[in-house]
């Protein structure tokens, strides 16, 4: 599949990783292109409003299976039938569900290092999925009842990716070897952080839906603090590249949804889920970051970034 269908599909399932990713630097352009797109496969299935926690399950173990022997064929047929009865009303998701096949005949192109990397951390996150679907609900609520439950679940659909992204990035030759240990330190709390921005965003429509990712009780003053804490830390990460010479697209591609999501956790404390921020702002978010980048500038003047001997 061509980069150009991989990027249609990612515009239509991600409005801020279309934004981020075509900064990147190729080959992990493409390589965190197909990685997303297998994510968001697995996150149609964990969503999956439409069918059992049994039907879930099955598909998440079928995902699995296809990224353990990847297979153009099996994809085809798999493709088949999780669209014959569409896990969810949306129309993108459909899509990429059908275009099963060419995802994964693509990740079969990849280097192999960002191959393996890939197909581990997807199945590591389609197998901690399946754990929190209940196999005999005929609907598929979600409810997580404590803080305890709300962190370990962002780390499985979140912190998991930050962790994938880390090992592509240092893929790259031998630029981010001294600091390599700094970023995987700060992977995990780096997604964790972005995937809580979406929950505290989404609470209104979760709930109409029958899921509760907030737990009943816990205040959101709390959930807002975590996730504030875990955006510094993703500052951090950004600083640690910056330091260390990264790609300027690298660089611009953590720095931008942890500038965003800074800005919509402001929106959403003033105004209440579903706020969004708006197009300007986002305008505005990329230009101070690219001057930043352009200039030599750190992104995040403030934060504090250990030197690697420290990390």
């Given at each position: 599949m061509d980069f150009a269908r991989l990027h249609e599909l990612l515009?239509?399932?991600s409005r801020t990783f279309a934004l981020c990713i075509p900064r990147l630097p190729e080959p992990t352009r493409l390589e965190v292109t197909v990685a997303y797109?297998?994510?968001?496969?697995?996150?149609?299935f964990e969503d999956a409003t439409?069918?059992?926690?049994?039907e879930q399950r099955e598909a998440l173990a079928a995902f699995t299976a296809l990224l353990s022997e990847p297979s153009s064929d099996r994809a085809a047929e798999l493709a088949d039938t999780w669209t014959r009865n569409p896990p969810v009303e949306n129309e993108a998701y459909e899509e990429l569900l059908r275009e099963t096949p060419g995802i994964v005949?693509?990740?079969d192109t990849l280097r192999p290092g960002a191959r393996a990397a890939i197909c581990h951390h997807v199945t590591r996150t389609a197998e901690g999925m399946a754990d929190f679907v209940?196999?005999?609900?005929?609907?598929t609520p979600t409810e997580i009842v404590d803080l305890e439950g709300l962190r370990a679940y962002c780390y499985i659909v979140a912190g998991i990716v930050g962790e994938m992204l880390t090992d592509l990035f240092l893929l790259n030759g031998d630029q981010l070897a001294p600091v390599a240990q700094a970023l995987r330190d700060r992977a995990a709390a780096f997604g964790e952080g972005l995937q809580l921005?979406?929950?505290?965003?989404d609470a209104g429509d979760d709930e109409q839906e029958g899921r509760m990712f907030l737990p009943r009780g816990l205040e959101r003053s709390r959930v807002f603090d975590v996730a504030r804490d875990d955006l510094r830390i993703a500052r951090e990460y950004t600083g640690i590249l910056q330091d260390a010479g990264a790609e300027p697209g690298l660089i611009a591609f953590n720095a931008l949804p942890v500038a965003m999501a800074?800005?919509?956790?402001?929106?959403?404390?003033?105004?209440?889920?579903?706020?969004?921020i708006t197009r300007l702002q986002v305008a505005a978010i990329i230009g101070k970051i690219d001057g930043?980048?352009?200039l030599g500038r750190r992104i995040f003047p403030e934060a504090s970034v250990p030197s690697p001997e420290q990390a």
């Open positions: 515009e239509r399932t797109l297998l994510f968001r496969i697995a996150d149609t439409g069918w059992s926690g049994a005949a693509t990740l209940n196999p005999s609900a005929d609907t921005t979406n929950i505290l965003k800074e800005a919509t956790l402001d929106r959403v404390e003033r105004d209440g889920p579903g706020s969004k930043a980048i352009k």
